[in-house]
């Protein structure tokens, strides 16, 4: 079971980095734009955008977003990444760390703090294992292990079904993540894995204890895609490009649920593809802003390409940020110049 699942990590690597694991939903952020501020009045030197995360100063509201665990090639990219996210002030996600409760054979490519000792760490489980007899206590082990600030359960339902042997029984969840949430001590989170959380199911989270949630909404990786690029039953393979197209737009799951729930902790991920993405993003009402394939490629290469890749984007927000007048998050945030395309 343990090596399907090694088995399972490493070539979901190797398909999301292939452009066939792309969705063909759109993020919704081309809906968009920032009218320009041609007298800005800042100096662009200063502009600021450090920010917070579960209590922690980070020097930039991005995340580096779940990805892999558990595969002899997944400790090469999440070592790459945690070295660049501590070097740049990232945040960053781990890979689904179910595996470490079964086998420890790659514990090490979760365990990542000696690289990354200040920035906020997030340890990640599919919310689905809760009822596949995965314990509150097991979580526990799960997070001394990786010595993670927050935990993220994933929600991967379709996934899970064109998934060979998924896991798919859904059922009476919010009660176990209920239970879950006050049995931990740390912030505990949702996100999806690339369709999207709507302003609905993010109040039913919300009232069972979930402190943040990751919109995790289209336009980038597709999951069913990738179980189809995997799998070999022709009958899941052919009902899986149905959904290349299915998801909530990222734009969409933020607005929505910003609005219905003003105080809540929100991530934007799904399909972010830059730093102008990003800024659309904050200003439309994220808290933080999450990048997953766009860094692939470079986290199998080193640290120093990873490190190059973020600050490409930081300086994306930075430009969006004198070209729109807003010296630091604040004002990004409450910003009027974003309107509708």
Same mark, same amino acid.
């Given at each position: !079971?343990?090596?399907?699942i090694?088995?399972r990590? =490493?070539?979901h690597?190797q398909? =999301?980095?292939?452009?066939e694991?792309?969705?063909?939903?759109?993020n919704?952020? @081309?809906?968009y734009r920032f009218?320009?501020?041609? *007298?800005?009045?800042l100096?662009?030197g200063?502009i600021?955008y450090?920010?917070? !995360?579960?209590?922690?100063g980070v020097?930039?509201?991005?995340l580096?977003s =779940? !990805?892999?665990?558990?595969?002899?090639?997944?400790?090469t990219i999440n070592?790459n990444l945690?070295i660049a996210a501590?070097?740049?002030g990232w945040? /960053?996600?781990?890979?689904?760390?179910?595996?470490?409760?079964e086998?420890k054979?790659?514990?090490s490519?979760?365990?990542?703090r000696s690289y990354?000792?200040?920035?906020?760490?997030?340890a990640?489980?599919?919310?689905?294992?809760?009822?596949?007899?995965?314990t509150a206590?097991q979580v526990?082990r799960m997070i001394d292990?990786t010595e993670?600030?927050?935990l993220? /359960?994933h929600?991967?339902?379709?996934?899970?079904v064109i998934? =060979?042997?998924?896991?798919?029984?859904?059922?009476?969840l *919010?009660?176990k993540? @209920?239970l879950l949430t006050t049995?931990l001590?740390?912030?505990?989170?949702a996100k999806?894995?690339?369709?999207?959380i709507d302003?609905d199911?993010a109040?039913?989270?919300?009232?069972?204890?979930i402190?943040?949630?990751d919109?995790?909404?289209s336009?980038?990786?597709?999951?069913s895609q990738v179980?189809?690029?995997?799998?070999? @039953?022709? %009958?899941?393979?052919q009902?899986a490009?149905?959904?290349?197209?299915?998801?909530n737009?990222t734009?969409?799951?933020?607005t929505?649920i910003?609005?219905?729930?003003?105080?809540a902790?929100? %991530?934007a991920?799904?399909?972010i593809r830059?730093?102008? @993405?990003?800024?659309k993003?904050?200003?439309?009402?994220?808290d933080?802003?999450g990048?997953?394939?766009k860094?692939l490629?470079?986290a199998?290469e080193s640290?120093?390409?990873?490190v190059?890749w973020m600050?490409?984007?930081?300086l994306?927000?930075?430009?969006? !940020?004198f070209?729109i007048?807003a010296?630091d998050?604040s004002a990004l945030?409450?910003t009027?110049?974003?309107e509708?395309?």
């Open positions: !079971m343990t090596d399907d090694h088995k990590k =490493s070539e690597i398909y =999301s980095l292939s452009e694991s792309l969705g063909h939903a759109s919704g952020f @081309d809906a009218r320009h501020n041609a *007298l800005p009045e100096d662009f200063k600021n450090q920010t917070f !995360m579960f209590d922690k020097r930039t509201p991005f580096i =779940s !990805m892999t665990g558990g595969a002899e090639m997944a400790e070592r945690a501590e070097e740049r945040a /960053l996600g781990l890979g689904s760390t179910r595996v470490i409760l086998k054979d790659f514990l490519s979760f365990q990542l990354a000792p200040t920035i906020p760490i997030i990640n489980l599919g919310a689905v294992q809760l009822n596949y007899g995965v206590d526990k292990l993670a600030d927050a993220v /359960l929600l991967n339902s379709i996934q899970e998934q =060979s042997s998924g896991d798919t029984n859904f059922a009476n *919010l009660e993540i @209920d049995a001590d740390i912030p505990v989170g999806e894995v690339g369709f999207g302003a199911n109040r039913r989270l919300r009232d069972v204890g402190a943040f949630i919109v995790a909404g336009g980038g990786t597709s999951w179980e189809k690029l995997r799998s070999q @039953d022709p %009958i899941k393979k009902a490009e149905a959904f290349a197209g299915w998801g737009p734009a969409r799951c933020l929505e910003r609005n219905d729930l003003p105080n902790s929100l %991530i991920s799904g399909g830059d730093g102008l @993405d990003a800024a993003a904050l200003a439309l009402g994220a933080h802003v990048f997953a394939r860094v490629t470079e199998v640290p120093e390409h990873v190059e600050k490409v984007k930081e994306e927000l930075q430009m969006v !940020m070209g007048g010296g998050l945030k409450s009027d110049r974003i509708k395309a």
